[in-house]
């Protein structure tokens, strides 16, 4: 069983709908990532939160570290919101990533 | 800040032959670093951590005769793959560590994608 699960697996959304993505992991970290990537492959880390709240333009990410839940939502989605979007937690000492497998996001005109 | 590079970006090589892939964190020192395959439609696969000055550690299944990892500067980590074959083709990630307000933090490199014909 993976680490970290996410869900949902694939989103299919309208512009400007409001997205969240969810993620669950079992180990007690001590940050939590969400990462972004396109479909050419490159990876954009989006945020890295140990607690609360985070905000990035459109983006929100949230982090319950007692439930061990995180969030990432999109305001008024784009199209060019459009990617497979990561979380990861960091394990044991030397800061290995666990990645959960990805939500697909789609995001129709 | 915290821009990681990797060269070349798309490789294309005849089975047999070895190829290097550069990573290099380009406004930051990183001591540590990971190597990352992925295959279409899959997770990131932890290959390898490689630290400055020391030998790489290769996480279980991963043959380090094969995919040898030198990381001579606090900048800069190779990956060479070789005798490289068909099943080889994948999409290589790496990442640099930097710390940032007591946490690490992970940059990940653009990616290069590797073709064995």
């Known amino acids: 069983k993976n680490e970290v699960e996410q869900s949902p697996q694939n989103l299919t959304a309208q512009e400007g709908e409001f997205i969240t993505i969810n993620c669950s992991y079992s180990v007690g970290i001590s940050a939590l990532h969400w990462l972004q990537q396109h479909p050419g492959g490159g990876i954009v880390s989006l945020f890295m939160?140990?607690?609360g709240k985070k905000k990035h333009g459109r983006l929100i990410a949230t982090i319950n570290i007692q439930e061990k839940h995180s969030s990432l939502h999109i305001t008024a989605s784009h199209p060019r919101d459009s990617a497979v979007y990561i979380c990861?937690?960091?394990?044991?000492?030397?800061?290995?990533?666990?990645f959960g497998k990805g939500t697909l996001l789609t995001v129709n005109p | 800040g915290a821009v990681v590079s990797q060269h070349p970006s798309r490789v294309i090589c005849k089975s047999g032959t070895s190829v290097k892939i550069e990573c290099r964190s380009l406004?930051?020192?990183?001591?540590?670093m990971f190597w990352y395959r992925q295959f279409p439609k899959q997770s990131l696969m932890l290959m390898a951590t490689s630290n400055e000055g020391s030998k790489a550690t290769y996480e279980q299944g991963v043959e380090k005769d094969k995919f040898l990892i030198n990381h001579a500067s606090l900048t800069l980590s190779t990956l060479t793959v070789t005798s490289a074959h068909p099943e080889d083709s994948s999409f290589y990630i790496c990442?640099?560590?930097?710390?940032?307000?007591?946490?690490?933090?992970?940059?990940f490199g653009p990616g290069t994608r590797l073709t064995v014909l």
């Open positions: 990861a937690a960091p394990r044991g000492s030397n800061y290995k990533l666990t």
């Open positions: 939160l140990s607690s």
């Open positions: 990442s640099a560590t930097a710390e940032r307000g007591g946490l690490y933090t992970q940059y």
């Open positions: 406004d930051f020192q990183a001591t540590t």
